[in-house]
């Protein structure tokens, strides 16, 4: 048996809430169950920590990724042993492919009753090691303080990493030691190794076609105008990968395309590259494997270099770069015009012209728009300056959570969450706490009553057009999904559209609005 339950305000549960607090984690999507009640007594007694929430572990994970993006810190979040966790999985998945710092802690059974094989009993290391860069278990209540410590020094340490903590329930009841909290080791991200700078700058002055693909703090819109400064220079071409978790973006802003989704559109945009230097990007990859077509769309003579990791400081790579090819001022030039708001039916097309119209100053934009938002940069290049944020890890469901994260993080900011419908049942429970919240979110639902991805997935694996069965397996609408509906009924005030005028006048309305609204867009 554990050693005796600790005093209100002086449990292994209490030292954990403090040394999140001294190190600067002030916000906790939860939520719990049995095994960490201790947990939660001590959380009500920290009135410092928010906590938020989520009737969906998916959802909590999520927000916490969103949340993380936005405040540059991480939250915690607290999950109900295995089980818990695995719910959580996926929108951890997408978190650490965006690396996203987050501190999971996740509650076990007590140490003594683990052997007795209770009905919740799991391996919750094992379950937890695929998403996580690092994995600790809580070995007492004298342990609790060093090792929230050592997780959240592992979940900051750039570029940042999914960071889960277990903590057994005696642990958390015992008595721990009344230290002062334990303060991470936080450190800078490293400076980019001077010879990769040099072979860099050299490259790009051979006098070959040359791109310079770039993720991370590297998408930020400091660093993207020494990026620009190098294009100009040297009449390389810059791009970002397929996948970032934030990209600062819109008018005044350096403009610049991703890697294409599309197999066939990702090779065509890469055609005729003979060098690629990577800044905080990984080699372009393909989604999937696809029969007959290759797994990178880089041409295969095509040389790379390493300009910088993404633990490194990118936007010092860039702005030393930029300053080794004595490059000037960035020439950032007018964003072509946005086109005239649309009428007649509703259209991806006509939405993403209202979002360039009326976006406000400073949104934030959540996209998990999936096929339908594809085009969504081509008409906001000159949409007032936001933050764009996306599902990286290809994991559905994320979504509506990181609208939630991105919403608590900057308060003062409008989040417009644009949405495909199959992708937000998934994590539908995230509108109850954007209601609780009072969260300043516009949801945006795609809604085409189909996993449209996935018909166009069947034509490009070449498994032909699809027949009763597969239709049933693709289609959304017997019965159609009442998105409106749903959203009343978590406590989201919502409106239906079906043609670009109403779209624009329900946009206006919710970006006019403090609070919560949910537009469901007939397309």
């Given at each position: 048996?554990s ?10 549960a209490?030292?954990l ?9 002030d916000?906790?999507?939860?939520n ?18 928010r906590?938020?929430l ?16 936005m ?6 979040t607290?999950?109900?042993?295995g089980?818990?966790?695995a ?12 690396n996203t ?35 600790r278990r ?17 979940a900051?340490?750039a ?10 329930a ?42 310079v ?20 220079t ?15 973006r ?16 990702a ?10 230097i990577?800044?905080?990007a990984?080699?372009?990859v393909?989604?999937?494997?696809y ?5 990178s769309?880089?041409?295969?003579d ?6 910088a ?15 080794e ?29 209202t979002l360039?119209?009326?976006l ?9 728009s ?16 936001h ?11 994320g ?12 308060p ?19 509108l109850?706490?954007?209601a ?6 516009c949801?945006v639902?795609?809604s085409?009553?189909?996993y ?5 997935e ?22 159609a999904?009442?998105?409106?509906k749903?959203?009343?009924?978590m ?10 005028e ?20 007939l397309i």
């Amino acid at each position: 048996m554990s050693s005796q339950a600790g005093k209100p305000g002086e449990t292994g549960a209490d030292a954990l809430c403090d040394t999140l607090l001294a190190n600067g984690v002030d916000v906790c999507f939860a939520n719990p169950g049995t095994s960490e009640m201790h947990f939660v007594a001590a959380l009500d007694r920290k009135q410092q920590m928010r906590c938020v929430l989520g009737l969906f572990e998916g959802v909590v994970t999520g927000a916490a990724d969103g949340y993380a993006r936005m405040a540059e810190k991480p939250a915690a979040t607290l999950l109900h042993t295995g089980p818990g966790l695995a719910n959580a999985l996926a929108n951890m998945h997408n978190a650490r492919r965006a690396n996203t710092p987050m501190v999971n802690v996740v509650g076990d059974h007590a140490s003594y009753h683990l052997p007795y094989d209770a009905p919740l009993t799991s391996d919750i290391e094992s379950l937890a090691r695929p998403m996580s860069g690092h994995v600790r278990r809580i070995g007492s209540a004298a342990d609790v303080s060093a090792a929230t410590a050592e997780s959240i020094a592992a979940a900051s340490r750039a570029p940042g990493l999914v960071s889960t903590l277990i903590l057994p329930a005696d642990h958390a009841w015992e008595a721990a030691p009344q230290v002062p909290p334990v303060k991470a080791d936080l450190r800078a991200p490293t400076a980019a190794d001077p010879t990769r700078i040099t072979a860099a700058a050299k490259a790009l002055k051979n006098g070959k076609k040359t791109v310079v693909l770039i993720s991370g703090t590297g998408l930020r819109a400091q660093a993207l105008e020494s990026a620009q400064a190098i294009a100009d220079t040297t009449g390389a071409t810059i791009m970002a990968q397929q996948s970032n978790g934030r990209i600062e973006r819109g008018a005044g802003r350096v403009q610049i395309n991703r890697v294409p989704y599309p197999v066939d559109q990702a090779i065509e945009a890469l055609k005729g590259f003979e060098q690629i230097i990577l800044v905080g990007a990984k080699f372009p990859v393909v989604f999937f494997g696809y029969p007959g077509k290759p797994s990178s769309p880089v041409p295969a003579d095509c040389v790379s270099l390493t300009l910088a990791d993404p633990s490194d400081d990118l936007p010092a790579a860039l702005e030393v770069l930029a300053g080794e090819l004595g490059a000037s001022a960035p020439k950032i030039t007018a964003a072509p015009a946005i086109p005239d708001l649309m009428s007649g039916a509703l259209s991806p097309e006509s939405i993403a012209v209202t979002l360039g119209h009326g976006l406000p100053e400073n949104a934030i934009i959540c996209d998990e728009s999936v096929t339908s938002g594809r085009d969504f940069f081509r008409f906001t290049f000159d949409a007032a300056p936001h933050d764009w944020l996306q599902v990286t890890g290809g994991a559905i469901g994320g979504g509506m959570p990181l609208a939630v994260g991105a919403a608590l993080a900057c308060p003062d900011r409008k989040v417009v969450n644009l949405q495909a419908d199959g992708s937000a049942m998934y994590t539908n429970q995230a509108l109850w706490t954007m209601a609780r919240e009072n969260l300043d979110v516009c949801v945006v639902i795609f809604s085409n009553r189909k996993y449209q991805i996935l018909l166009g997935e069947l034509k490009g694996v070449g498994a032909g057009e699809p027949g009763k069965n597969a239709s049933r397996m693709l289609n959304l609408d017997e019965p159609a999904l009442d998105w409106v509906k749903i959203a009343e009924g978590m406590g989201v005030e919502a409106a239906r559209a079906d043609t670009a005028e109403g779209f624009t006048q329900l946009f206006d309305r919710a970006t006019k609005t403090k609070g919560p609204f949910l537009i469901e867009a007939l397309i």
